[in-house]
Nanobody, 129 residues
Framework: VQLQASGGGLVQDGGSLKLSCVVS????????IGWFRQAPGKEREGLSC????????YYLDSVKGRFTISRDNAKNTVYLQMSGLKPDDTAVYYC???????????????????????WGQGTLVTVSS
């Protein structure tokens, strides 16, 4: 099982970035992928995920309306489109999966991911003011 996150970079306040997480070793048809981030000196926080079971989505309040999660099962890839980026969004962004646990809702998937053994390597997003 592998997850490969990419797409981070330097962007100005108000800008946009699209992160990608390519997975292997399991199917997105059955398992969820979520996005987390960790800023220097802060705890890791869960941003968004999409349930593989019922298609429900979860978004952290601070990113609702600005971030959109999507997936392309045929490409084994999950995306996080980020717009309206702010300096407070500066962090290392990670993707994770609830594999091998089966989650029904996005909220359940997010809870399962927090203790997951399977994480991507992280991609740095820096938003300049």
């Amino acid at each position: 099982v592998q997850l490969q996150a990419s797409g981070g970079g330097l962007v100005q306040d108000g800008g946009s970035l699209k992160l990608s997480c390519v997975v292997s070793g399991f199917s997105l048809d059955y398992y969820a992928i979520g996005w987390f981030r960790q800023a220097p000196g802060k705890e890791r926080e869960g941003l968004s995920c999409m349930s593989a079971s019922d298609g429900s989505t979860y978004y952290l309040d601070s990113v609702k309306g600005r971030f959109t999660i999507s997936r392309d099962n045929a490409k084994n890839t999950v995306y996080l489109q980020m717009s309206g980026l702010k300096p407070d969004d500066t962090a290392v962004y990670y993707c994770a999966t609830d594999y091998p646990r089966h989650s029904i809702t996005a909220a359940q998937a997010m809870d399962n991911m927090r203790s997951s053994d399977y994480w991507g390597q992280g991609t740095l997003v820096t938003v300049s003011s």
